[in-house]
Each structure stands twice: as C-alpha cells, then as structure tokens.
C-alpha cells in the first residue's frame, strides 16, 4: 500500500478522454516519476490529486485519507505541495518574503496580504524561511524582486516556497522545463540532497529523460490518459510500448 493510491480516476474534457482509467501507486519515501508524451494527461493528473480538478470518477487516498472533494489548501495541510509546470510566485515581493507567506499559512491556516510586514518581523518565521532559502541556494538572493529572477531561480523558489510547508508528499510538474543544461544539473542534485535530508516523497513529472534516470525508483507512464507500464527504470529503458508512445518524440 503507497502513501499515495490513485484508482479508476477518468477525466473527461467535453470530447476528449483526458484520463481513462488511472491507477497509481506511490510508495513512501521513493522518488516516482510520471512521464509520457505531450497531452498525456500528466498535469491532468497532478491537478486532481491537488484538489484543483474533480475527476469524472475514481478514488485518491493520501496517508490513508481521501483526497478528492477537498479543497486544495485542505490537501496542502494534509502534506501534499507541488510545484506547477508554471511557477505560482508573487512577483511584486521579494524572494524572502515569498518564502514567508507558506510559513506564516501553515503555522496560522490563513493569510491576507496586508499582514506582510508583520510576518517580516517574526523571528520564528524568518529563521524558517532562511533555512528553506539556504536548502536552495537561493539565500543571497534573497532581497531581489522575483520578477527580475531567471526561470531557474523561479523554480527553486517555488520549491523553498513547498519545503517550507513540511511535506510528506512533494508533486513536481517539469522541474526543469526551459532549463540549460547546467541548472538542470543543479536541479537534479538539489532534489537528490533535499530527498537525502528530509527524506520527502516525490512524484515528478519529466520529459528530460536524464533527468528521470537520475532519480527515479520507479517510473509509470501515460499515453493519452492511460497508464502503459510502471516500472523500475532498467525496464522502462528501451521498452517496446514506451518507444511507441513516444515515436518521434524524446528518446527512452
Ligand atoms: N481545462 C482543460 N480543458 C480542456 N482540455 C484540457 C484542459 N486541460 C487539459 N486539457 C487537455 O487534456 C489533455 C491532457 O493535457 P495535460 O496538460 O494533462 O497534458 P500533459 O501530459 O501535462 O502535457 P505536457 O507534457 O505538454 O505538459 C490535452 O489534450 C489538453 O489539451
Ligand atoms: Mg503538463
């Protein structure tokens, strides 16, 4: 039994079968990776175990609980962070400041905008997000305006932004999108070290398969909505089905 168990989740959008029978196991403590073509259904998928979709049908249990019909600060509370294929940042605020906001909702449940200055004052709160900025090495750039960061810096600030919430479960959706080469490097090792020092369970979303390869203990992937095979990633390599589902696209 996983610390995540998804089954029979369907999905439809008007015409299209978005998800069609989905089932997944994610064990505790193992890093999971999703992949599959373009329109698979992966940020599909991510979105219902969020609570930001409600599927057509199927179950989620998270930690023993269900997930579906809660509303997505629910699931966060109840240990599930992700960071979006598209970082969800305040770009008016400083990088510290970003990192504060999750610490303050957690300990509070809640958090209104105008507080933002009285959070800065907290110690507690502060020592909190120095840390999480420091896991990322993100600490000296903590008085830059997000808007002026690279893509790079945006992602590791979202995943500060998520550590900083105390995660069992940690749901990546193409953490190194649009990256060079050397920061998905750095993103690769940076996952390795956070897995090592808080020992988080992960489910990622890739299509840098080197990136998969590097830490993924198992692998599932999707085909238009429909899991083909789940794995180990020795036997993912080279599969016949996953060369066909990915026909022209990355290499596996
Ligand atoms: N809100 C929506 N309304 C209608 N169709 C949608 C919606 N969200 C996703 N889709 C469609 O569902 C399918 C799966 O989309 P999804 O974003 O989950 O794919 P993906 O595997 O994450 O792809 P990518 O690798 O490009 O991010 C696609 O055909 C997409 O166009
Ligand atoms: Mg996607």
Known sequence: MGILEVKGINKRFGGLQALGDVNLS???????????????GKSTLLNVLV??????????????QSVLGRKPHEIN???????FQTPEIFTDLTVFENVMIPCFAKRDGAFRMHAIESIVSEKGIRAQAEEMLADVNMLEKRDMLTSSLSRGDKRRLEMAMCLVQDPKLLLLDEPTAGMARAD???????????????GITMAIIEHDMNVVFSLAERITVLAQGTPLVEDIPENIKGHPKVREAYLGEAQV
Do not use: C, W, Y
Not at 53 to 64: A, N, Q
């Open 77 to 83: 509370q109840m240990g599930i962070s992700r960071v």
């Open 51 to 64: 609570g930001k979709l409600i599927p057509d049908s199927g179950s989620v249990m998270f930690d023993g």
């Open 184 to 198: 998905t490097e750095n993103t690769i090792n940076l996952l390795k070290e956070i897995r090592t020092k808080r």
């Open 26 to 40: 994610v064990e505790e403590n193992t890093v999971h990776a999703i992949i599959g073509p373009n329109g698979a």
